[in-house]
Nanobody, 117 residues
Framework: QVELVESGGGLVQSGGSLRISCTAS????????MGWYRRTPGKQRELVAA???????NYTDSVKGRFTISKDSIRTSVDLQMNNLKTEDTAVYYC???WGGGRYVYWGRGTQVTVSS
């Protein structure tokens, strides 16, 4: 079993920045992808950003140009740098890891990001 430990959420004013991190409890060889989803009350969980094992990145349109996802080259870990945050970015952010050709999917417990106006 792999646990995902998230850190770095918090409260920030609109226009500010936050960095959230996620580290797996075990180093995994050749992951499929690792990324971040978010959920707000009344809405489904949506993909925010992801990076594949070979470094390809994918972002939802609303965060392009503001968020950057990066994968650690040694540990099974990803960071999400969030700049120019907007109130609509307020959500619980969940780390996600896919491995083994999609057979194994792990989720973190979530970290709250709150952007005030």
């Amino acid at each position: 079993q792999v646990e995902l430990v998230e850190s770095g959420g918090g409260l920030v004013q609109s226009g500010g920045s936050l960095r959230i991190s996620c580290t797996a409890s075990k180093n995994l060889f050749s992951i499929d992808a690792m990324g971040w989803y978010r959920r707000t009350p009344g809405k489904q969980r949506e993909l925010v950003a992801a990076v594949t094992g070979d470094g390809k990145t994918n972002y939802t349109d609303s965060v392009k140009g503001r968020f950057t996802i990066s994968k650690d080259s040694i540990r099974t870990s990803v960071d999400l740098q969030m700049n120019n945050l907007k109130t609509e970015d307020t959500a619980v952010y969940y780390c996600n890891l896919r491995w083994g050709g999609g057979r194994y999917v792990y989720w973190g417990r979530g970290t709250q990001v709150t952007v005030s106006s």
